[in-house]
């Protein structure tokens, strides 16, 4: 399960983050950017994409299945 999280008050509006995944992020009156919190898995690569290309790294992706697995595995392991 795929989720974005943006910090607004970091980002800049230079809307790198439009351009590498037009159908997740847009602008509104050009300067005030808006997202889907939660987009299909199908769009992931799009998504790190626009997240690597924000030049102040405001764009977060959180992969919530992976992560719960990750710490599973990790607590199985340890015992």
């Known amino acids: 399960m795929?989720?974005?999280?943006?910090?607004?008050?970091?980002c800049e509006s230079y809307a790198q983050c439009v351009f590498a995944a037009p159908t997740v992020f847009w602008m509104k009156d050009e300067e005030s950017?808006?997202?889907?919190?939660?987009?299909?898995?199908?769009?992931?690569?799009?998504?790190?994409r626009a997240a690597a290309a924000c030049p102040v790294q405001a764009i977060t992706i959180c992969w919530l299945d992976k992560q719960l697995g990750q710490q599973g595995?990790?607590?199985?392991?340890?015992?």
């Open 33 to 48: 950017l808006e997202y889907d919190y939660a987009p299909d898995d199908s769009l992931r690569v799009q998504v790190e």
């Open 73 to 79: 595995e990790s607590h199985d392991e340890q015992q």
């Open 2 to 10: 795929l989720r974005i999280v943006v910090d607004l008050n970091r």
